[in-house]
C-alpha cells in the first residue's frame, strides 16, 4: 500500500548537523522516496495547527518555542507503508526510551527535542501534508 507521509527534522537536528544522517537513513529504505523537500521557520499559526491536539497542555508552549527556534527540513516521503515505517525509524516520543537504531533512540535524550517529526496516522498525514505542502498533490 503506497503513502505520503510528512517528515520535520526539527531544529535540534538541524542545529546539530544531523540533516544528512536522517535523510540518508530515510532513503536507504528500498523503495521509499522523497518527493518534496524544504528548509524552512515555522511560525506560531502554522505550528498551532499543526500541534492542534496539544494546544492547552503543559508542554505545548516549550514546545511552540523550540519548534520556532531554528528552520526545520520539512519532507515529503512516499512509499510503501511509509507512514508506519518513519514512525518505527522514528522510535518512540521519549528517546530515552527510544531503542538504539532508531533515530531518536541513536540521537536524542530529551523529550521535546527528539529530532524528527513523523505524522502517526493516514488521517494525520493528510492534513499535514495540506498544511505543509499545500500544492503537492
Ligand atoms: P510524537 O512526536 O512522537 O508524535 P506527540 O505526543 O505527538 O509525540 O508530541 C509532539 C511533540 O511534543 C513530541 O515529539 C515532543 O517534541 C513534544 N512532547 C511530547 N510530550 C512531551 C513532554 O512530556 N514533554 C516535553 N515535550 C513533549
Ligand atoms: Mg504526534
Do not use: C
Request: overall charge negative; aromatic content about 6%; cysteine-free.
Amino acid at each position: 500500500m503506497s503513502q505520503r507521509t510528512l517528515v520535520l527534522l526539527k531544529p535540534d537536528a538541524v542545529r546539530r548537523g544531523l540533516i544528512g544522517e536522517i535523510i540518508g537513513r530515510i532513503e536507504k529504505k528500498a523503495d521509499w522516496r522523497i518527493s518534496a523537500l524544504e528548509m524552512r521557520r515555522l511560525d506560531r499559526s502554522l505550528l498551532e495547527q499543526h500541534y492542534g491536539e496539544h494546544v492547552g497542555k503543559p508542554f505545548y508552549e516549550p514546545l511552540v518555542e523550540f519548534m520556532s527556534s531554528g528552520p526545520v527540513v520539512a519532507l515529503v516521503v512516499e512509499g510503501e507503508r511509509v507512514i508506519e515505517g518513519l514512525r518505527t525509524l522514528s522510535g518512540p516520543t521519549d528517546p530515552i526510551a527510544a531503542a538504539p537504531g532508531s533515530i531518536r533512540g541513536d540521537f536524542g535524550t530529551i523529550v521535546r527535542e527528539n529530532l524528527i517529526h513523523a505524522s502517526d496516522s493516514a488521517e494525520s498525514a493528510e492534513r499535514e501534508l495540506k498544511l505543509f505542502f499545500p500544492t503537492v498533490g
